[in-house]
């Protein structure tokens, strides 16, 4: 039986609560009107990052990066292609760890581009490394799944 879902508006912060049977894809946050999804990684600050892992009942799988990383350049348009197959099932965010260090240290990051995966407010999965998108989708759905 499927249950209402609180879903983080990506956009001004606020909590919302999406009926069950209502697709996520469609739904339209209380407070500001816009679309809960996009279908495109949402920038994260460090008030949002908390927010989306605290509040919101769908997994948020972060993309920690930095301006300057090769590797984080190449993998940016793989990520962006994968929050249109993994939305609205999976928030999918990005943090630049050049303008929140104290956040990249909180989180223990050694090396970029790295990926979170959140459930529940709490940390399920990680790994580093460059992926292309079909890589992003297969490891996220599989940690999903052996998290359940």
């Not at 600050?45 to 190449?74: H, N, T, Y």
Request: with cysteine.
């Amino acid at each position: 039986m499927e249950t209402d879902r609180q879903i983080v508006c990506p956009h001004c912060g606020a909590v919302n609560r999406v009926k069950a049977g209502r697709p996520a894809a469609e739904a339209r946050c209380g407070a500001c009107k816009e679309a809960l999804f996009e279908g495109h990684p949402v920038d994260a600050d460090p008030a949002m990052f908390e927010k989306q892992i605290a509040r919101s009942e769908v997994p948020v799988l972060i993309d920690v990066w930095a301006p300057w990383c090769g590797p984080c350049k190449m993998m940016a348009p793989h990520f962006a292609e994968a929050a249109k197959v993994l939305e609205p099932s999976m928030r999918l965010m990005k943090l630049n760890s050049e303008d929140h260090p104290d956040v990249a240290g909180r989180l223990g990051i050694r090396g970029i581009p790295t990926m979170l995966l959140y459930r529940g407010g709490r940390e399920i999965a990680r790994v580093s490394g460059a992926m292309s998108a079909r890589q992003i989708v297969d490891w996220a759905n599989a940690q999903l799944t052996q998290g359940a």
